[in-house]
């Protein structure tokens, strides 16, 4: 009975379980895997569309800056240069593009070390301490790439190189005085000379010195020389404008001169009269004097005579001299 009852509960319970079941598009595998849904695949298929499109979007388009240029390689061969924009390529790896920044002005400064000492020879083989910076950007993004492997290593040693030998062209005193233009123009001329025949894309675009002095061992004498040097080019620059103030005077009284002959070849007589009169008022400008000239009725200030005699004090009359007493005849009364 019992084994009748299982047997007739056993169909009941299949049936239930199969009820259970979701009807979903699940397929089941033979050996009793895990079931994948049905549409699966699709799935898969629009995962890889989405990362297709954005590794195109990430890599063929490219948005380059106004100071911005793009140099484009395909299958890492140089193709051309992308101008400031939005620009389109292929993807990677098929095509890549490397911005570089050709506005950037960078500065390398000498020596690196900050306040080491940078010690040149000069052409007077004595040794002067110099301290400078370079200032250079991008002019060819494409040569700036693929021509020179360490760009900023190159621009360096290249100034380096150019300082010295501008240095040794010039002599102590110029080289820490009035040459200090004179070497920033020769460097720079050099340093671009020798970075085109590098096709290094490279400008270089000045060079400022910032310390030009003798080694510190000999500073002190260099600084009394170079005050002495000052000195003697002040005092020159004082006589030269002294001698320009005479040469100015004479040259005005020569013509001065030159106006009073042609006066004087005119009406000699008047002009003859004119300057004794002249050069008497200039010797007797403070004398008190009564200027009378012949053939003219004199005139006496009586006035002023008048005023002056009243202003002078009158001599005193000496004081009278006492009288002495007579003795006294005091033997007759005797």
């Known amino acids: 009975m019992v084994d009748a009852a299982r047997g007739?509960?056993?169909?009941?319970?299949?049936?239930?379980?199969?009820?259970?079941?979701?009807?979903?598009?699940?397929?089941r595998r033979p050996g009793g895997g895990p079931s994948f849904p049905a549409n699966a695949g699709r799935l898969w298929l629009a995962a890889v569309a989405a990362l297709v499109l954005v590794w195109i979007a990430f890599t063929s388009f490219h948005s380059i800056g106004p100071q911005e240029r793009g140099v484009v390689t395909m299958f890492g061969r140089y193709t051309g240069t992308l101008n400031s924009g939005i620009q389109f390529t292929l993807p990677a790896p098929i095509m890549r593009v490397q911005v570089e920044d050709v506005q950037n002005t960078r500065t390398e400064s000498f020596p690196a070390g900050g306040n080491q000492a940078n010690l040149m020879l000069t052409g007077d083989q004595n040794?002067?301490?110099?301290?400078?910076?370079?200032r250079w950007n991008i002019k060819s993004p494409e040569?700036?790439?693929f021509e020179i492997k360490n760009p900023?290593?190159?621009?360096?040693?290249?100034?380096?190189?150019a300082m010295r030998a501008a240095v040794a062209s010039k002599n102590l005193t110029q080289a820490i005085g009035s040459g200090r233009g004179e070497i920033e123009a020769d460097v720079q001329t050099r340093m671009q000379a020798l970075l085109d025949e590098y096709q290094s894309g490279v400008r270089v675009l000045g060079i400022s010195i910032q310390k030009a002095q003798a080694p510190a061992e000999v500073d002190d004498a260099f600084k009394a020389v170079t005050a002495a040097q000052q000195e003697a080019q002040s005092n020159l620059n004082r006589s030269r404008a002294y001698a320009q103030?005479?040469?100015a005077r004479a040259q005005g009284d020569a013509a001065e001169f030159d106006k009073i002959y042609e006066q004087y070849r005119m009406a000699p007589d008047?002009?003859?009269?004119r300057l004794y009169y002249e050069t008497m008022e200039q010797v007797l400008n403070r004398a008190d004097k009564t200027i009378v000239q012949p053939g003219v009725q004199a005139y006496l200030p009586?006035?002023?005579?008048?005023?002056?005699?009243?202003?002078?004090?009158?001599?005193?009359?000496?004081?009278?001299v006492p009288q002495a007493q007579a003795p006294q005849a005091t033997g007759a009364a005797r």
């Open 302 to 320: 009586l006035p002023e005579v008048r005023r002056q005699q009243q202003a002078t004090p009158e001599p005193e009359a000496p004081a009278p």
């Open 8 to 27: 007739q509960a056993r169909p009941d319970r299949r049936i239930d379980l199969a009820r259970r079941i979701p009807q979903t598009g699940a397929h």
């Open 152 to 161: 900023q290593e190159t621009v360096r040693a290249v100034a380096e190189s």
């Open 143 to 145: 040569d700036y790439v």
């Open 127 to 134: 040794i002067v301490d110099l301290a400078y910076s370079v």
């Open 245 to 247: 103030q005479v040469i």
């Open 270 to 273: 008047v002009t003859r009269r």
